[in-house]
């Protein structure tokens, strides 16, 4: 339109002492009114005009707002200066501020085709003669226009110097979406999982809809939000959060007590926020919060609870209904020992909920299976293993005792083979195991 454009960051207004930013501001502002008409943009305008009195908020950017305020209020008749802000914290902003504003566009995330589109220019802008493949565009649901462009990029580093193929495009894509994760077991995976088969066919079902969630809303289907696990110590929760990760490719963001919990009021509620808030950045996500009893505990259990509890009690059931109300995708799993101490309010909060037992006889069977295999082994695999799952009928043993048990009968067949020799006479034998075993 012919109009005169300043750019604006918090470096440009922000001076070393109280008072000069405002002065700044003036300048800004008769620029704009002196070379009409003008635009005056500021990007990132969360962290120039952000809500006065809010911790993150310091005297320097209270004297920004105000003195913007009282020269936006000054525009008179036909003075032709346009502000246009740009922020993606909308929240932060000053109420005042937002007022002023007289509209206001929500630029969402590319969908499908748009990425497909994105991606396709990107491709060309480098000089690759090579089209996406068609998958690209569903596989990158959730990233933006620069997360697309980066992705174009990191496919012709990785090909480079030769013609990028489909491979490395999902090569790219995998390495961009685990680029976040918190560290889980790579081989975590649908085979390494004992579980009854109704638990199983669960749990590969909610992996199906988050990993195609915009292509199943599309079609009107209400996508899962949330999913709590119980069960005794040891039955392989932590692992089903590892193994929804690696299945479904998606981010995967992990806290425990200690990310959430600070030593001040008013801090272990901005950290649940801020953990959310990740989530968000980096949908669609799973974000896998363990010991939820230690996490959330019931408030009105006796002894009660204390405040930096409560604090994060409360915040986190306000993010949880922020998932539930926000077009996120950001897929909420917890696991507990003790479902009765999570706090009532939380625990309503979870769209569903898996409690996973001990495993029975079969279920040791192929825990068992899996632990030896691999391993150099002195009998059969198939006829041991149903042996040693025998053996421990009579014990209420979980996944990490069986695994225990194995790694005792490995150090003992160790010691026999530095014993016998060497490296060559090591093998694992059934009466590494004891009990019957031994005695016969």
């Not at 009282?70 to 902003?93: H, K, P, S």
């Not at 110097?161 to 649908?190: C, M, Q, Y």
């Not at 079969?362 to 825990?367: E, G, T």
Request: aromatic share 6%; glycine share 8%; with cysteine.
């Amino acid at each position: 339109m012919g109009c005169d454009f300043q750019m604006l960051s918090l470096a440009d207004l922000k001076e070393q002492k109280v008072g000069a930013s405002g002065k700044r501001v003036r300048e800004v502002w008769d620029r704009a009114r002196t070379h009409q008409p003008a635009i005056i943009f500021l990007d990132e305008c969360d962290g120039i005009l952000g809500r006065r009195g809010a911790a993150e908020t310091d005297a320097f950017a209270t004297d920004i707002v105000q003195a913007f305020l009282a020269e936006w209020d000054g525009i008179r008749g036909n003075a032709q200066v346009w502000v246009i802000g740009a922020t993606n914290r909308r929240d932060m902003l000053d109420d005042a501020i937002l007022s002023r504003f007289g509209w206001e566009i929500e630029l969402k995330l590319p969908g499908e085709d748009d990425r497909r589109q994105i991606l396709s220019q990107e491709v060309q802008a480098l000089g690759l003669l090579m089209e996406a493949p068609l998958e690209a565009a569903a596989l990158t649901q959730g990233m933006s226009g620069r997360d697309l462009k980066q992705l174009a990029i990191s496919v012709r580093a990785i090909a480079y110097p030769a013609e990028p193929t489909r491979e490395h495009f999902l090569d790219a894509i995998g390495s961009a979406r685990k680029s976040h994760n918190t560290k889980v077991d790579g081989k975590a995976g649908w085979e390494t999982l004992v579980l009854e088969d109704a638990i199983l066919d669960r749990l590969k079902l909610i992996c199906a809809l988050l990993r195609d969630a915009e292509k199943w809303q599309a079609q009107k289907v209400s996508i899962p939000r949330s999913l709590l696990l119980a069960g005794p110590s040891g039955v392989g929760k932590t692992q089903v959060a590892r193994t929804l990760a690696n299945e479904s490719g998606l981010t995967f963001l992990a806290a425990t007590t200690a990310d959430v919990k600070a030593n001040y009021l008013g801090q272990s509620g901005n950290r649940v926020k801020l953990l959310f808030e990740r989530a968000r950045s980096n949908a669609p996500a799973i974000l896998f919060l363990d010991e939820l009893d230690v996490i959330a505990p019931d408030r009105a259990a006796a002894g009660g609870s204390d405040q930096l509890t409560d604090e994060i009690v409360g915040q986190l059931l306000q993010e949880m209904d922020g998932i539930n109300v926000r077009d996120s995708h950001v897929f909420l799993v917890a696991a507990t020992n003790h479902l009765e101490r999570i706090d009532a309010a939380v625990r309503s909060r979870f769209q569903e909920k898996l409690v996973i037992p001990l495993p029975d006889r079969n279920a040791r069977i192929r825990l068992l299976t899996n632990l030896l295999t691999g391993k150099k082994i002195g009998f059969s695999l198939n006829d041991g293993a149903v042996l040693l799952a025998d053996q421990t009928k009579d014990r209420a043993l979980n996944g990490r005792d069986l695994e225990g048990w194995v790694q005792a009968a490995e150090q003992k067949a160790l010691l026999r083979a530095l014993q016998d020799g060497g490296p060559e006479n090591f093998a694992i034998g059934l009466e590494d195991f004891g009990g019957q075993f031994q005695m016969q």
